[in-house]
Nanobody
Framework: QVQLVESGGGLVQAGGSLRLSCTASGGTFSNYGMGWFRQAPGGEREFLAAITRDGSNTYYLDSVKGRSTISRDNTKNTLFLHMNDLKPEATAVYYC????????????WGQGTQVTVSS
């Protein structure tokens, strides 16, 4: 089981930027496509972005496309999400996970990292 540790969240003003990180251990990171998800207060966890194993292709939820960039460094077993022009509705706990596909359910989630965007 790959272990995932998210970090980089915090409090930011609307219009600001953050870079989230997700460090993996316990598996071969480059064997996995990776994705970012978020769960807003009182809401369900939703998919945000995905990246293929070698980083050559990326996919985004329409609402974050153009303002978020997913990337990875396989030499450091780390996944990133750079978010720009943050809006208050982006306030959520952000998570990463492996091989995101539509309808997939996960038995394991890391602790997530809290992002709070003030207006």
């Amino acid at each position: 089981q790959v272990q995932l540790v998210e970090s980089g969240g915090g409090l930011v003003q609307a219009g600001g930027s953050l870079r989230l990180s997700c460090t993996a251990s316990g598996g071969t990171f480059s064997n996995y496509g990776m994705g970012w998800f978020r769960q807003a207060p009182g809401g369900e966890r939703e998919f945000l972005a995905a990246i293929t194993r070698d980083g050559s292709n990326t996919y985004y939820l329409d609402s974050v496309k153009g303002r978020s960039t997913i990337s990875r460094d396989n030499t450091k077993n780390t996944l990133f999400l750079h978010m720009n022009d943050l809006k208050p509705e982006a306030t959520a706990v952000y998570y990463c996970n492996t091989d995101p596909t539509p309808g997939k359910t996960y038995d394991y989630w890391g602790q997530g990292t809290q992002v709070t965007v003030s207006s």
